[in-house]
Every structure is written in C-alpha cells, then in structure tokens.
C-alpha cells in the first residue's frame, strides 16, 4: 500500500510484520500509539459486536425500538466494565473515530491520525 510517508509492505495477519512497518515509517512512538488505539478500541469493538448496526442510533427513539431488544442480550459485566468507560471517555458508536483516537491519546501529527 503507498501511503503519503511511503510504501507500507506488510502480511494481513502479521502482528509484528506491521508492527515494524509501523515503526519505519513514523518512528519508534507510532507502535506504541498503534498499541494505545487498539486498547482504546477494544470496548467500543466488544459492545459494538454484541448489537447490529441499525441499532447504534444516536436519536432518541433509538433506546425504545432498537436497543432494547438487544440489552438483555449482551453481557452485564461487559457493560459494567465497558459502557460508563466509553461515556466518560465521550465514545459512541455512531460518533467521529477521532474521539476514540483521543482516548488513545493518539497525537494529531501520528501516522495512524
């Protein structure tokens, strides 16, 4: 893939093959921050997977006609361990990436921003 920084040559699948890849291009710090993002990440992933799409509606009757249906269904301890960090953290499914970059403490300048 060519990107603007140069040709990022790296296997689908290879943790460490992007990892390096990562690292020659933007620095020692952009896998570390690769890192930061996919924690940060993990969350918004887990509870975004447990619920269809349609139902990651940010309007009003969104808890009504379409969570509802699925809360019973996920897992109380992930949402107890994930859903009030996603609120303070101001992530929400149908919001901008670059909030869950921020809660990654990604910086604007990085390769992954």
């Not at 139902?55 to 996920?74: C, E, H, W």
């Amino acid at each position: 893939m060519y990107v603007p920084e140069g040709h990022f040559n790296v296997r689908s699948g290879s943790k460490q093959a992007f990892g390096n890849e990562l690292s020659r291009l933007g620095g020692e710090a952009v896998e570390e921050e690769w890192r930061a993002l996919l924690e940060a990440n993990r969350p918004l992933a887990e509870i975004v997977g447990g619920v269809p799409p349609i139902a990651l509606r940010a309007d009003a009757g969104a808890v009504q006609s379409a969570l509802l249906p699925y809360f019973p269904k996920l897992d109380p301890k992930l949402l107890a361990r994930f859903g009030a960090e996603l609120l303070l953290k101001g992530i929400d499914p149908s919001g901008p990436f670059s909030r869950v970059l921020c809660a990654a403490s990604v910086p604007q300048d990085s390769l992954l921003y």
